[in-house]
């Protein structure tokens, strides 16, 4: 877990990723009473961060080091980039991928106009394979989402997915 920010509270899909556990933990966390949900706007709750901190160390706590396994410090640490855990990743990506909406058909004519013969591989290859990262992440979401107990009357997902599927009884 990382250190905490700046900020005194923070929203449930931080809290999540702080505590390592899925949405249904931490709502779980919260009926219990382990855990103190403040109201946010809409449906989403916020977490005080020392609260989320303290129980983060009762679900994780850190290994107390062995003096015999014990290795000196280095008396020079490399400098590190941070890295971005996996789950932000993704949520950065798929805030990029919006970016799509912004982009009209004449738009993606006019580039494809510009390509290139010789990028022309390349650039399919590239976009077959974000939509197959993309249909593998919508398949994960739908099996997530049906084992949720937190849904609350929501869509099958399948259904939905279908309706987005061109009907082939229609005529055009």
């Known amino acids: 877990m990382t250190a905490p920010g700046r900020f005194a509270f923070v929203d449930e899909g931080e809290a999540v990723r702080r505590l390592g556990v899925d949405h249904d933990t931490l709502l779980s966390l919260v009926s219990s009473g382990r855990l103190k949900a403040y109201p ?17 160390q ?26 971005h855990d996996p789950a932000y990743k993704v949520h950065l990506r798929l805030q990029a991928d919006l ?3 912004d982009l009209s058909d004449a738009d993606l004519r006019l580039w494809v106009r510009e390509l290139h013969p010789e990028a022309y591989e390349r650039q399919r290859t590239n976009v077959l394979a974000v939509i197959g990262k993309l ?11 049906a084992g949720w107990a937190t849904r609350g ?8 997915a279908s309706a987005l599927q061109p009907d082939d009884n229609v005529q055009a």
């Open 40 to 56: 946010g706007v809409g449906k989403g709750h916020f977490f005080r961060l020392g609260d989320l901190l303290a129980l983060a």
């Open 153 to 160: 009357g929501a869509q099958d997902p399948s259904a939905e």
């Open 58 to 83: 009762e679900l994780h706590p850190a290994p107390a080091p062995s003096p015999a396994t014990e290795e000196p410090e280095p008396s020079v640490a490399a400098p590190q980039r941070p890295q």
């Open 99 to 101: 970016k799509w909406y």
């Open 135 to 145: 249909q593998r992440l919508v398949a994960l979401m739908d099996e997530a989402a």
